[in-house]
């Protein structure tokens, strides 16, 4: 066996399975963006926009609410804070405390450096981990439904499951708003 | 009104944007690159060989001694540390601004701080004379009491501050790399490279809600960044400023460190981007003139800071009334060391001057020599500070020299070798400048009248 076929094997092995959704795909971002208003209006809920760069015209158009990231990363700030402050404490004071220079087994002043960057380093990586999480990342081998959605196309998705999915109204949709290519794909 | 310039020239499309990046990265670079990593490549393998020796042998192969018990190694990763400042100010502290100018060089000025700081992490670890025990700087359970390390000690803090930077900065990098990787997979032709690409890229599909909370992450860690890169160089002051030594004992060091951090790092960012300009032409249209001039513009903003704290500490030395200080200054500019502390005056004070003509800023042979002796300039200044406060202290008697040794040569000169290494692979294997992020300044200064088609 190749390392292709086992490369493959261990692709498939990993894959997560896909839902099929309807894909409208535009070149002109602000006609997708109208488009997307129509979908939400027309009252899907599992819908989203696929666009090559951040726009926050998409968060007004599909209604997707603020990240709850930041909670993650003050609770994570907090706990790497706390946990600082624990263990200076614990190692100079409890552990295995030695006289330096006469000074206080808790000399909280000289920790400082140490637990705010502790502080830090809890929040960042949580933070990064919260967002990994969120966007059910890594995956592997996603399906792509169009190469150049990470280019200069912009795309809007709407999941078959969908309790408003009307594939007729929909495509109506994308067709009055322009859009180059309709299909069916795999998300 | 005052018109916005375009951050973009050329009147480009989002798809040229994308084929711009992507060419270095799917075609066979000129025979400049070559050379260029021919020549860096050479010097790193140099580099391991003057390590090896060093560690090997014993710390005695480099000029450290008493009274000037640190030397080139310390010197050197001050020097370092501090160039990687600047990749986090613009990636930051820019961004926290709402500088967009940032979007074409952030990037690249990101990669060179987590690469400036893997080139510094070695050079304490080579000083300790045992670079294989170097995990005993950790605080970890072990067989011997446990003895734990001892947080009280300015070393141990520099030990927290750096390896949190290097893997903050290394982290906030590659969340900004992911959803241009995903750009590259999308476009590769070969089965391998698509799946080398397709894990780098960890599966990115750009979906709003992806984007949404990927932004806010964004903004969350450069505002964590911003506190930490300030601490970090801080705390790389305290190792000499909490001890009692004359000409290092002093309260300005923590923001004097800064400053020069951010004026050696952008030194280094206007000393790479005039050779990725040169390499690579097209870039000349993400990476404009415009751009330079704003970087010159901080270079000698930042230039004239650190010029104020070299007159502030003479000025508190002969304030203080204290005579070993006032000693330690007046040593440093008429003393032994006097070639020294002139080169670093005019490199970091004077040369940086001529940016106050706009002919000079945006002028690419000017800039990139200023940059040059701005980094010298900066070495010297770590030099000044190590070397002078330490070979005269209190004793007369024990008052000596320090004399660098061909180690001591080598690996300063080595350490760019693998700087340079590394900077050039990155070059060729990831996108250079950041794809998602240039995108949507497109726009930015482009008048109604010549309003071109971003889609074609």
Known sequence: MSINNIVTKLENLLRSETKSCFVGIWTDEHQMIAAATKVREHGCKEFDCITPFPMHEVDEAVGISRSIIPWVTFFAGLAGCGFGLWFTWWVSAVNWPLNIGG??????????????????????????????????????????IDPDLTCHKFAVYVLESDKAYDKAAIEKIFSDHGAETIKMAEI | MIKR???????????????????LIETAPGPKYYMALLGAKSVFLFYLAVMGTIAYTGMGLMGVNSPVG???????????????????????VLFLFRQKWRTSIARTAEAMTVFAVMTAGIF???????????????????????LWVNF???????????????????VFWYVGLVPDLATV??????????RIY?????????????????????????????????????IVSFDFAVSQLPGWHTTIFPPYFVAGAIFSGFGMVVTLMCLIRALVPKFKHYVTLDHMEVMNKIIMATGMLVGYAYGSEFFIAWYSGAPYEQYAFINRAVGPYAWAYWIMITCNTLIPQIF??????????????????????????????????????????????????????????????????????????LPAISIAEVKPVLSVGREEGDKIDVHQ
């Not at chain 2, 030397?71 to 400042?85: A, Q, R, S």
């Not at chain 2, 670890?125 to 970890?140: D, N």
């Not at chain 2, 997979?185 to 698509?194: I, L, Q």
Request: charge should be positive; charged fraction near 15%; aromatic fraction near 18%.
């Open chain 2, 185 to 194: 997979r999308d476009r590769s032709k070969g089965v391998w490279r698509k």
């Open chain 2, 124 to 146: 304490p670890l080579l000083h300790t004379g045992r670079p294989w025990l170097a995990y005993w700087l950790l605080p970890y359970p072990n067989q011997r009491g446990p």
């Open chain 2, 356 to 429: 106050w003509w706009p002919k000079a800023r945006r002028s690419i042979p000017i800039m990139f020599t200023v940059s040059i002796f701005v980094n010298i300039g900066m070495w010297f200044e770590r030099y000044v500070i190590t070397v002078t406060s330490l070979h005269r202290d209190f004793l007369p008697s024990s008052w000596g020299m320090f004399k660098m040794t061909f180690f001591d040569f080598g690996v300063l000169f080595g350490s760019f070798g693998m700087f340079f290494t590394i900077f050039l692979l990155y070059l060729k294997g």
């Open chain 2, 5 to 23: 310039r375009p951050l973009i020239w050329g009147k480009k499309t989002y798809k040229d944007i994308t084929d711009d990046i992507c060419e």
């Open chain 1, 103 to 144: 000074k206080p087994m808790w000399s909280l002043p000289a920790f400082i450096p140490v637990i705010f960057e502790l502080t830090i380093l809890f929040a960042a990586l949580s933070s990064v981990g919260a967002m990994f999480a969120l966007n059910g990342l890594p995956k592997v081998d996603p399906p792509v």
């Open chain 2, 70 to 92: 640190w030397g080139t190694d310390i010197i050197t990763f001050v020097f370092w540390i501090g160039i990687g400042h600047a990749g986090t100010l613009i990636s930051a």
């Open chain 2, 152 to 170: 009280r000690s300015p070393l141990v803090w520099d030990v927290f501050a750096v390896s949190t930077y290097a893997t903050v900065s290394l």
């Open chain 2, 198 to 234: 397709g894990a780098l890229s960890l599966g990115w599909t750009g979906t709003g809600r992806n984007w949404n909370n990927y932004e806010m992450v964004y903004m969350l860690l450069a505002g964590l960044s911003t506190p930490l890169v300030l601490s970090v160089h801080s």
